[in-house]
């Protein structure tokens, strides 16, 4: 569930101290449950107030919806993540697969 890699990121911000980030998300089901007030009162809902604690405990990570289309980075980072056999953080450097895609989304 993107849930869950939502919360590891924000998760991962936390660890590394990070501020002013802003997560991309390609849910558009846990975009519009994530600022909905109650939140959802099943699985997904307490997920994301599990996520939403973690935000705010790392005091950063703003979130929005951002088609698959607009962000073939994220999509081909977390297909690439998938083949990898343990927890992997890119900062400041990006893998060769994706350069293709970082000059395309900046188109957006």
């Keep these: 569930m993107e849930v869950l890699a939502l ?3 924000l998760l991962a911000i936390k660890t590394l101290h990070l ?5 991309e998300i390609h849910s ?9 007030d109650p ?3 099943n699985e997904l ?5 599990d996520a939403k604690s973690v935000a705010k405990a790392s005091g950063s990570g703003v979130l929005i919806f951002c088609s698959r289309e ?11 993540a998938l083949c990898l056999s343990e927890d992997t953080i890119w900062v400041g450097d990006f893998p060769k697969e994706i350069t293709t895609f970082v000059n ?4 957006y």
């Design 7 to 9: 919360r590891f990121a």
């Design 19 to 23: 501020h002013s980030v802003l997560l």
């Design 28 to 36: 558009l089901q846990l975009a519009r449950e994530w600022s909905a």
């Design 39 to 41: 939140l959802p009162k």
């Design 45 to 49: 809902g307490l997920l994301i107030e």
């Design 70 to 80: 607009a962000n073939k980075v994220a999509h081909t980072m977390a297909k690439l």
């Design 104 to 107: 395309q989304d900046a188109l």
